[in-house]
T-cell receptor
Framework: KAGVTQTPRYLIKTRGQQVTLSCSPI?????VSWYQQTPGQGLQFLFEYFSETQRNKGNFPGRFSGRQFSNSRSEMNVSTLELGDSALYLCASSTGTSGQETQYFGPGTRLLVL | EDQVTQSPEALRLQEGESSSLNCSYTVSGLRGLFWYRQDPGKGPEFLFT???AGEEKEKERLKATLTKKESFLHITAPKPEDSATYLCAVASGGSYIPTFGRGTSLIVHP
C-alpha cells in the first residue's frame, strides 16, 4: 500500500507571498491532519479534515487554511507569509473513525521564507 | 488538557549500550499511546501503538511498554542506525488528534 505523499518537498518563498501544499493520504484513509514542526516548538497541530469537513482546528492564525477533496486529498494554504512560517509541514492520515487509530505521516514539505 | 513529557531530551549511547526512553502522560481517558521515530528532515515513522496498561510490543531492538502513567521505549544493544528522534503521542477522550511530546534525540556512537 502506498504511503502518504506530499508535494512539493521543498519550497522557497518571500515574505508576503502565499503558498499551497498538497497531501495525498493512504488509500482508504478519510482523515488528514496537518502539523507544523520547528526546532523550537516541536510538532504543532494545525487542523484536521475528515470527509471534506474541518473537524478539528489548532491555535494558528487565519492565514493558515486548508481543504479536503472528495478523494480525501488535502491542501493547505498559507497566505501573507512571514519569516516565522519557515518550518517542516507534515501531513498525516488515518481512517479517522475511532479516535484511537494510528496516524501515518508523509515525508513533509520544507518551507523556507526569506 | 492532555500533557505528554518525554525524557531525557537527549541521550548519547555507545553501540551495544542498552537504555530506555520515558514518556509520561496526563490524560483523561487514554485511547492510545503512539511511538514514532523521526530522522532529520523527514516525517515521523510509526513504530508502535499501545492501548492499555500492561501491554508490550516489540520490533527488532525496540520494545515499548505501557503503564497507567507512562510508557517506556527500551532499546536493546543499539546500533548507530538507531540514531534518531523518538516521539511519543497520546490520544484521549473524544479527540481524534493526538498530543505529541517534544521527543528524545538519541545518538548511538559506534
Amino acid at each position: 500500500k502506498a504511503g502518504v505523499t506530499q508535494t512539493p518537498r521543498y519550497l522557497i518563498k518571500t515574505r508576503g507571498q502565499q503558498v499551497t501544499l498538497s497531501c495525498s493520504p493512504i488509500s482508504g484513509h478519510r482523515s488528514v491532519s496537518w502539523y507544523q514542526q520547528t526546532p523550537g516548538q516541536g510538532l504543532q497541530f494545525l487542523f484536521e479534515y475528515f470527509s471534506e469537513t474541518q473537524r478539528n482546528k489548532g491555535n494558528f492564525p487565519g492565514r493558515f487554511s486548508g481543504r479536503q477533496f472528495s478523494n480525501s486529498r488535502s491542501e493547505m494554504n498559507v497566505s501573507t507569509l512571514e519569516l516565522g512560517d519557515s518550518a517542516l509541514y507534515l501531513c498525516a492520515s488515518s481512517t479517522g473513525t475511532s479516535g484511537q487509530e494510528t496516524q501515518y505521516f508523509g515525508p513533509g514539505t520544507r518551507l523556507l521564507v526569506l | 488538557e492532555d500533557q505528554v513529557t518525554q525524557s531525557p531530551e537527549a541521550l548519547r549511547l555507545q553501540e551495544g549500550e542498552s537504555s530506555s526512553l520515558n514518556c509520561s502522560y496526563t490524560v483523561s481517558g487514554l485511547r492510545g499511546l503512539f511511538w514514532y521515530r523521526q530522522d532529520p528532515g523527514k516525517g515521523p515513522e510509526f513504530l508502535f501503538t499501545l492501548y492499555s496498561a500492561g501491554e508490550e510490543k516489540e520490533k527488532e531492538r525496540l520494545k515499548a511498554t505501557l503503564t497507567k502513567k507512562e510508557s517506556f521505549l527500551h532499546i536493546t544493544a543499539p546500533k548507530p542506525e538507531d540514531s534518531a528522534t523518538y516521539l511519543c503521542a497520546v490520544a484521549s477522550g473524544g479527540s481524534y488528534i493526538p498530543t505529541f511530546g517534544r521527543g528524545t534525540s538519541l545518538i548511538v556512537h559506534p
